[in-house]
Structures are given as C-alpha cells and as structure tokens.
DNA sequence: CATTCTAAG
DNA sequence: CTTAAAATG
C-alpha cells in the first residue's frame, strides 16, 4: 500500500501557523506532494523543514516568496530531480520528481495565468513545453519498468462537472476550451489516467479549491484543479481517494484541500 | 484655555484598530495634530475621517499609504492652508495650518532620513525650506496680532537630555550635529520655543518616541521629537504639559505618544 | 480575500 | 518590529 497526498498549501510559512503542523503529525501518507511552498529552506520552521520521520525535498523557485514544490517522503527517494529540463521552468520552484521503489512520484504546480495577461501566456508555454515531457517521462518508466504518477496543482478544470460555476467560468482562465483540451491530450495522447475521476466517475467535484474571496468556501463554489495523474496500471491499483474539505472557513490552513489516494502495491 | 495635542499615529487606519478611537472619545484637547496618516480620507473609518464633534482637515500625500498630516478642531477654523509653498513638498503630506481664534496651529510631519541614503538628502532639503518658512509665517502672524504654535514630528532630537542612548546615536539620523543645530536655529533664528522643554528644563525626555524594534519601549529607551514650537507670547502661556506614555507595550496605538501642552489664553 | 515582498519608518 | 502597497494567486 502506498498512499499518496498532495496538496497546495498557499505559502507554508502562513500554513504552519494555521494548523497544517498537526495535519502533518496525524496523517497516513507515504509520500505528500506540497505545492506554493512560498519559502525558502531556511525561512521555515525546523517542524516542517525537516520533519520528524520524513525525508524532505525542497524545490524553491528562483524568485523570493513565489511558487515552490516539495515532496515529504517516509522513506530515502532513490533519486530526486528538479525541473523537467526546460530552460525557462526548471528554477521557477513548479516541478520535483523522487523515485521510490517502483514508482516516481511528482509533485507539479503548474501556473495559473488570467486571460490576456503575460501569466497566461506563461501557463501556455509551461503547458506546451509540459506535455511533451510527460510522454518522455512515461516512456522512461516503462523501459525501468517503473509507474508514474505526477500529483499537484493543475490550475485547470477538466470537465463541467470538475467546478460549481462552469457555466460563469468558460471564458475564464482555469476552464478555457485550450486548457481543458490539453488536459484532454495529457490523458489520451500522453496516457495518464486522472485517478480520482476514474474512482468516481459520475460526482460533482469533489472540490479541492475554493477561492478566498466572498463566500466560496462556505456555499461550496470549489474547483476540482487538483490531480493524481499516474500510469494506467499505476490508477488501476487505487482502492480510494478521499479530499480533505476543512469542517469549516475558519479550520482551514490553504485554500486548497489535500487529495490522497492509496495504491495497491 | 486652548489644549492642542500632536501625536504621530503611524498609520491612522491601524492606530484606529487598536485604540485610537476611544482615545479621542476621551481626550479632552480642542486642537489635535496628526502625523503619519498614511491613508486617503476614503480609507478611513468615518468615526475618524468625520468624529463627531470635529472638524477634521486632513492634508494626504500624493503617494498612496505615506505620511498625510490632519487637524482635528473642535470648531470651525477660520482658514485652513495646506504645504508651506514648496513644490517638491506641498502634496507630500508633510504639512498642514489652521487659522483659530488669535492662532493658528500646524501639523508638521519632518522628513525621517536615513545617513548616506536619498531620505536623508530629502529630509536636508525640507529643512533648508521650511526654516524661512517658520520665519515669515511668524513675520505674518505678528502683523496679524496672532500666535503660532506649529506641532508635530520634527523627527530631530535636540540635545543630549532628549534621547535615552545619545552617545550610540551620534552618526545617527535624527541626531545628527547639522540637524541639532537646525533645530537650535528654528529656536534662536526663527524666534520659536520648544514649549515642553520650556516647562520642563531640566528632566530627561520626556520622550514621545519609542522604536518598535527591540524592547526600546520596556527599556524606556525612547526619544523627544515631537515638539510644540510657539511663538514667545504664546509659549509663556504655556501652563502645563503632558506626555501620554501607554502603560503597557500593547495597549499602544502608535510608536508615538501623543505630547499635550495647555495654553492660557 | 490571503500570502509574501518591498519601501519606509 | 510595524505599516501599508504591490504582485500574485
């Protein structure tokens, strides 16, 4: 069994303070996949730089207090690599991978862009330089005989059924024709299986992010833009999922809720 | 009887949160000089931009979220003038006067400087502007048969008894020889009286300013920088002054105490 | 609406 | 150490 968590914590120094140390303390995850770190290595707590029990890779970008991935693995990755190769991507804290015993695990944080805005054109250009190497990612794991699965935030909304208001956000940055397409390419030309909505296949959400402002935590205007995309006989050994929606606004320590899944091993 | 109080607020829209209100429910001054609004009079609470009771004249910067000085009076003045007739300063937020009855009250937000950076040229500059200024409002006062009593932040320890550590403060701004010596011409040049001092001629402080950094404020390890500087006659009717220290670190609203001097009249 | 950085103090 | 803005989300 393996059990896989990932989540954007929207800065994990502010994280920290809020509650995400005992969710820490308390959780079953092998291997969790932070996204918007938002720090430096020395900027953070010692409990969440190197948490007790864990071995912790930290992948901050370039750029001070902006994006950053992580990966919190039980045990020792064989292997850890930054970035994907891309010349403009690779410092800018948005990808980490670690090989575990017969799987690499990725945590992704992809940008998120506003229609007609330098970001999105941003987002496009991760996006075009993205798929390419999710195919070569794959095809490496197969000759290693290894499985896939790259976790993160997607900032994108695959299909209505994957946010509350799609009707409202279809010429929104998040549910754009082009971006729900390429998700669309990244399952069925890159051959990923979105593990969650393979779970369940007919219910709304489940969310995993709802907006700060006005009341959308409260009456459940979320997005699902959350993902545990993995090799198909990597998804076709997942026994559960569960989103971890706060009980309330005001338990909450991000505006994104934690996705696990546990594998069959 | 005319009681005017100055007090730098450091911020009017956080001081309002931590007890600035109540403080002026309470207060028993006619006059109140502020410093350091650093907010649009649309950003302000209206228990603050319009108090009952007050006429309020509020003189903001150009530069969103700096300095902006106000008047608080508890009638009408009969003229309000905001800047001294400087072009680099008058929509700076620096500086405010109200014609009273017999007087008339400013509100003077001093450039702070730093040695060796552009705040400190600027802060040199404002003081070569505003010493002739001091010398012809008293020149028009005097024709007038009015008083003046300009209050505020001078940001400028005068002497030695004026500041707690004033041995490790000698390179520093604020206590600097040129901007003592600036000082000491506002007073033997311009014909001013440091009102407080005037009173109190011999005690150390009071200080009205206590640095948020360290435990300046436990240590008491404060400095005089906000003054009344009156005219002779109206410095001689001078009864009493008072320092409004808060009793404890966080029962402050501002890093400032207000400084209340009563005039006979 | 929240987080972080920066400039300013 | 604190305020407020700005950029980003």
């Known amino acids: ?29 092998d291997v969790i996949c932070l996204q918007e770190v938002r720090a430096e290595l020395d900027q953070l707590p010692v409990e969440v730089r190197a948490p007790e029990g864990w071995f912790a890779t930290y992948a901050p970008a370039a750029a001070k207090g902006r994006a950053g991935v992580a990966l919190l693995t039980r045990r020792e990755p064989d292997a850890v690599r930054v ?7 690779d410092t800018s804290g948005r990808y980490v991978e670690a090989d575990l015993p017969g799987v690499t695990v990725a945590s992704l944080y992809l940008p998120s862009g506003e ?15 993205f798929l390419p190497y999710l195919v070569e990612l794959k095809g ?22 994957d946010l509350k208001n799609w009707k409202a956000n279809q010429k929104k940055a998040g549910f754009l024709p082009e971006e729900r397409a ?4 990244v399952l069925d030309e890159a051959g990923y299986r979105d593990v969650v909505r393979t779970l369940h296949p007919d219910v709304a959400g489940p969310y995993s992010w709802w907006s700060y402002r006005g009341k959308a ?21 997942a026994l559960k999922a569960y989103v971890e929606r706060a009980e309330s606004y005001d338990r909450r320590w991000s505006d994104h809720a934690p996705v696990t899944v546990t594998y069959e091993q």
Request: charged share 25%; glycine share 8%; hydrophobic share 45%.
């Open 182 to 185: 390429w998700l669309t390419r």
């Open 115 to 129: 229609v007609g805005t330098d970001r999105q054109d941003e987002k496009e250009r991760f996006m075009a330089e």
């Open 140 to 161: 490496k794991a197969a000759a290693d005989g290894r499985e896939v699965v790259v976790c993160g935030d997607w900032n994108i909304a695959h299909q209505e059924v």
């Open 217 to 237: 935590f409260d009456n459940d205007a979320g997005w699902r833009i959350d993902y545990h995309m993995a090799t198909p006989t990597l998804a076709s050994r």
């Open 1 to 29: 069994m393996l059990t896989v968590t990932t989540v954007n914590v929207n800065g994990l120094r502010a994280a920290s303070k809020k509650g995400f140390v005992p969710w820490l303390a308390e959780t079953a995850a």
């Open 83 to 89: 970035g994907f190769g891309s010349a403009e991507f």
